[in-house]
């Protein structure tokens, strides 16, 4: 309640009226609120003499006791106990259920929580890699929550391995958005007609991906178009990053490597890498997968 000529302050989160320490209030500027909350990220709280909370008077040394509870009805910190042990059991539930239902291509199943790879230049000694005898390179598995990749052909490859995960369950067109990092021998008609065409093929491939799996239209920034070497072998790398804005996708870009490698074989292996900026933590994986790719 204001005195007499004093104007009430303005609406918002203030110090608990009943003095509770860490805990506010919301004042709508006539009245308050019948719970309190704990004062946190998000919570901006103002302060008024007019709204502040009594200070406490210590009790006199030789005068100690204890407060008997109220009978019925409970406090108000009774019910933010309450509050906060219904959120906790939420997220408790939140994090149990997670599942991996069957998909498509560019489509499959979420996990709750991504791990990343263990930061660092190159991967510990000891990490499991993928072994892609169809095309003829291996490379790291990234660890928890990455699946092994089991969606379905893709168009620029004739038998595909791999890990994916997922980062939108349902997209506008009624599939679900993965990141990958997926291998396998190139398909025909994609230009290859050996090493002299490493360039010009994996450009193709770029233009290729960029059709077949990501909302349009978008746009295209090359990050590098550059010459390699693979465990000794002739390769090429074409790295990208798209945009768009299109209604309906939680990303509005992702970045995306293509590693063709000579093998020695009538088909080169593509090693195909992507990252929606949703996760853009991870785009750092990209290097270290590409300076780890070994020729079988």
């Known amino acids: 309640m204001t005195g007499p000529g004093q104007p009430a302050p303005p609406p918002g989160w203030y110090p608990d009226p009943d003095g509770t320490p860490g805990m506010v209030r919301w004042w709508n500027g006539a009245g308050w609120s019948d719970v309190a909350t704990p004062a946190g990220p998000g919570v901006a709280v103002q302060s008024s003499p007019v709204l502040a909370p009594p200070t406490p008077v210590p009790a006199p040394a030789e005068q100690r006791f ?21 959120a906790l059991v ?4 939140a994090a149990v259920f997670i599942g991996r239902p069957d998909g498509d291509p560019k489509a499959g199943p979420a996990p709750s929580t991504l791990v990343p790879v263990p ?15 169809a095309a003829g390179i291996s490379y790291p598995y990234l660890g928890e929550n990455w699946y092994e990749f089991d969606l379905g052909m893709q168009a620029e490859v004739t038998a595909i391995a791999g890990q994916y995960f997922v ?9 679900t958005f993965i990141a990958q990092c997926t291998s396998g021998p190139l398909a025909d008609g994609l230009g290859w007609a050996g090493p002299s065409t490493l360039q010009t093929t994996t450009q193709t491939v770029a233009d290729s991906v960029r059709f077949n799996y990501y909302p349009r239209p978008n746009e295209r920034t090359v990050l590098r178009d550059e010459a390699r070497t693979v465990d000794g072998h002739a390769a090429y790398l074409y790295e990208f990053q798209l945009a768009w804005d299109v209604e309906g996708y939680d990303a ?3 970045r995306a490597a293509l590693l063709l ?23 750092g994986v ?11």
């Open 66 to 86: 204890e407060e008997e509870p109220p009978s019925g009805g409970g406090s108000r910190t009774a019910w933010v106990l309450g509050i906060s042990l219904l």
């Open 90 to 93: 939420a997220v408790v539930v």
């Open 119 to 133: 930061s660092g230049p190159e991967f510990p000694p000891g990490t499991v890699r993928i072994i892609d005898e």
């Open 167 to 175: 980062t939108q369950d349902v997209t506008p067109e009624g599939t």
């Open 252 to 254: 509005s870009g992702e």
């Open 261 to 283: 490698v000579d093998v020695g074989r009538p088909a080169p292996a593509l090693l195909y890498i992507s990252i929606p900026n949703t996760h853009a933590e991870l785009y």
């Open 286 to 296: 990209i290097d270290r997968v590409l300076d780890a790719v070994e020729v079988l």
